[in-house]
């Protein structure tokens, strides 16, 4: 009788265990796509951001790592706006702690002639080697992204966000923690602006 | 409606399609890194589901191996005898399948012991 009971509870167990691995393997598979579909584009807007491709590749990193830790188990549908929200906070994060480290350098002797606002970046070269001959899109992606660079952030994100990305205004106002009213103005000031720096170039 | 002449229009355009250029040329190490980066988040997301599913079933189901145990040990090879025939005690039978840690395992040879110390005969 006990040996019955013993395997007609196995038997129940062992299809739950079933069960439960064709979910886990369905949210794995379904998190691969989405990641596969979202890295390359997360990491060119990182690098826009923070213009340094191993600082890209570890805000992207983190950003997969919290949206599998966090929200893994969240509707698919949710993802997209959740992970470009991690990845614009952990783009601040980054942005933050070398402001801060540009303050403590120019605490240092002989440090002090240093602007305190010098993007630390500035000056390193591309990750990549420069080809002889720029094309003309490699010029106008360059300029593209100085331009973006000198935007205010929220305007930044907002204009990444949107027009590279790919999300609408409720999925913006989303990420960015915002109201929609406030996405349509951040995005619409930084197409102004875009348009007065880059209009001769253009 | 596309309109052309808008130069807004026309500057989103471009800044979309120089931006998807650079994507397509993201070079074959940043690639490799992030596909790394992808695996290492599903796999995060697999181990947060295994160890929900662990902590949920642990004492259950250490409590049905102690069981299963119990029956191996108690009905020897050999002895087709239903539990109740061969005289043995119930009370010993609960005791054993209602342990809910995984300590119980560690004491088969207090069991085995337990079992030939009844088989002895008495006097």
Redo the contacts between chains.
């Keep these: 009788?006990?040996?019955l009971a013993?395997l007609g509870?196995?038997m129940h167990?062992e299809s739950d265990a079933v069960r439960?691995n064709v979910?886990?393997s369905s949210?794995?598979r379904a998190?691969?796509r989405f990641?596969?579909d979202v890295?390359?584009?997360a990491?060119?807007i990182a690098r826009i951001a923070v213009r340094h491709?191993d600082d890209a590749?570890d805000i992207?990193?983190d950003s997969?790592?919290q949206?599998?830790?966090s929200y893994?188990?969240r509707p698919s549908e949710e993802w997209r706006p959740l992970f470009f929200r991690i990845l614009q906070n952990r783009i601040r994060d980054c942005l933050r702690r070398r402001k801060v480290r540009a303050k403590l350098l120019s605490w240092l002797p002989g440090q002090n002639d240093q602007n305190e606002d010098a993007d630390l970046y500035a000056s390193v070269p591309d990750a990549?080697p420069q080809p002889a001959e720029q094309s003309a899109?490699d010029e106008?992606?360059r300029a593209?992204e100085l331009a973006l660079a000198e935007l205010p952030a929220r305007q930044k994100e907002a204009?990444m966000l949107r027009?590279?990305e790919g999300l609408d205004v409720a999925e913006t106002a989303s990420a960015m923690r915002c109201s929609e009213g406030s996405v349509k103005t951040h995005y619409s000031r930084a197409?102004h602006t875009?348009?007065e720096r880059?209009?001769d170039v253009? | 409606m596309v309109n052309r002449d808008d130069?807004?229009t026309s500057?989103?355009e471009?800044?979309?399609a120089?931006?998807d250029?650079?994507?397509e040329r993201?070079?074959g190490r940043?690639?490799s890194?992030?596909n790394q980066?992808?695996?290492?988040?599903?796999e995060?997301?697999?181990q947060?589901?295994?160890s929900a599913?662990l902590k949920l079933?642990a004492p259950v189901?250490a409590a049905?191996a102690a069981?299963?145990v119990a029956?191996v040990m108690l009905?020897p090879a050999g002895q087709e005898q239903?539990?109740a025939e061969s005289g043995l005690p119930f009370d010993d039978?609960d005791i054993v399948?209602d342990a809910d840690d995984l300590e119980m395992l560690e004491n088969l040879d207090f069991y085995a012991w337990l079992d030939s110390a009844d088989a002895l005969p008495s006097g």
């Design positions: 009788m006990v040996e013993s509870t196995a167990w439960g979910a886990e949210e794995a998190l691969d990641l596969s890295e390359r584009r990491f060119r491709d590749l992207v990193q997969m790592l949206l599998a830790r893994g188990r990549a899109t106008a992606m593209l204009f027009n590279f197409v875009l348009r880059l209009g253009w | 130069p807004r500057l989103e471009r800044a979309k120089l931006f250029d650079s994507v993201v070079d940043t690639r890194a992030l980066a992808r695996h290492a988040a599903v995060e997301l697999k947060g589901r295994r599913v079933w189901t049905a069981a299963v029956v009905n239903p539990l039978l399948a």
